[in-house]
């Protein structure tokens, strides 16, 4: 059983960071890529920012250049730093985690952007 724990979430102003963070259970930090997801309310669950092969990182539309996914191989958790964050960041942020055609999901952290 793979276990996803995300923590970090919550409201911050217009302009605002704020960094999640994600504890994978187990050995999967150290085989799977990571990424983050997000869903606002009445719309479909769209990719953040996910590892790919090669070191290499996807972004999602419009957060490239604000947001930026990283790993502390300390903690053993993949952190989604978000900067110059808009009310349209609002959002439920998933962690993601893919290995060997297996998928994985947290059980989801709440982001509100607002003044």
């Known amino acids: 059983q793979v276990v996803l724990v995300e923590s970090g979430g919550g409201l911050v102003r217009p302009g605002g960071s704020l960094t999640l963070s994600c504890a994978p259970s187990g050995s999967i930090f150290g085989i799977a890529n990571l990424g983050w997801y997000r869903q606002a309310p009445e719309k479909q669950r769209e990719l953040v920012v996910r590892?790919?092969?090669?070191?290499?990182?996807d972004y999602g539309d419009g957060v490239k250049g604000r947001f930026t996914i990283f790993r502390d191989n300390v903690k053993n958790t993949t952190n989604l730093v978000m900067n110059r964050l808009e009310p349209e960041d609002t959002a439920v942020y998933y962690c993601?985690?893919?290995?060997?055609?297996?998928?994985?999901w947290g059980q989801g952290v709440q982001v509100t952007v607002s003044s």
């Open positions: 590892e790919i092969s090669g070191g290499r990182r």
């Open positions: 993601n985690a893919r290995w060997m055609g297996f998928e994985y």
